[in-house]
């Protein structure tokens, strides 16, 4: 989860296209797993969260696809909006701690 | 309704300074947070309290002080200010994430600028 070179990985996609952002988790042993959304001049905003125990979950609009075996967690946007724009952000947690670890943030850019 | 409201919302200061930030949230949690936001838009915990007792402190500079008078609320001090604490701090809180509440709120954030 550490940050990595000098400028934010970005994802520019059509308005009405379907996102997938994408995003590598360190620990092994985390077991929660949290997506946010943060727009510009404000807080991160919790979207979808999934348990170690379920590959996939789906909330409105968004899907997050969890593959333990890579370490690896993605959100899928369906139908993009101008008003996900954003930067999106993966954290994990492991079960017993207080500890979040957030990833490096993408920032998702919609274009019209 | 503010949930989570941290002030101010902006502080610029002279190096040396030292400086506070309050943080309060409404929504009856347990356990409260403090962020640190780079420039990079890295996020990175610095402290975690649960019902008022210090459970995550986070290789940050003895400069930082948090303190929590009630569940309520979490302010922090930060004393001697130096140039590379300039970033916006984020004031979380959630249910205790070991009773399974994890969904944490965030506050808007204090852009801190020091000179």
């Known amino acids: 989860g550490e940050s990595v070179g000098l400028h934010l990985p970005t994802l520019s996609v059509q308005e009405g296209d379907n996102s997938i952002i994408n995003c590598a988790y360190s620990n092994s042993a985390s077991d929660y797993f949290i997506w946010y959304k943060q727009e510009s001049g404000k807080g991160p905003q919790f979207i979808i969260d999934i348990r170690s125990n379920m590959d996939k979950r789906q909330g409105q609009r968004v899907t997050v696809l969890l593959n333990k075996t890579v370490k690896h967690l993605s959100l899928q946007i369906a139908a993009t909006q101008p008003g996900d724009s954003a930067v999106y952000f993966c954290?994990?947690?492991?079960?017993?701690?207080?500890?979040?670890?957030f990833g490096t943030g993408t920032r998702l850019k919609v274009l019209a | 309704d503010t949930a989570v409201s941290q002030t101010p919302k902006y502080l610029v200061t002279q190096m040396g300074n030292d400086k506070s930030i309050k943080c309060e949230q409404n929504l009856g949690h347990d356990t409260m947070y403090w962020y640190k936001q780079d420039s990079k838009k890295f996020l990175k915990i610095m402290f975690s309290y649960n019902n008022k007792e210090l459970i995550i402190n986070e290789t940050v500079p003895n400069r930082f002080s948090p303190k929590s008078p009630d569940k309520a609320h979490l302010n922090l001090h930060i004393n001697s200010l130096e140039l590379g604490d300039s970033a916006v701090y984020f004031c979380a809180s959630s249910q205790d994430p070991a009773g399974g509440g994890e969904t944490q709120y965030f506050g808007p954030g204090t852009r801190l600028l020091v000179l």
């Open positions: 954290a994990e947690r492991k079960s017993g701690t207080y500890k979040y670890i």
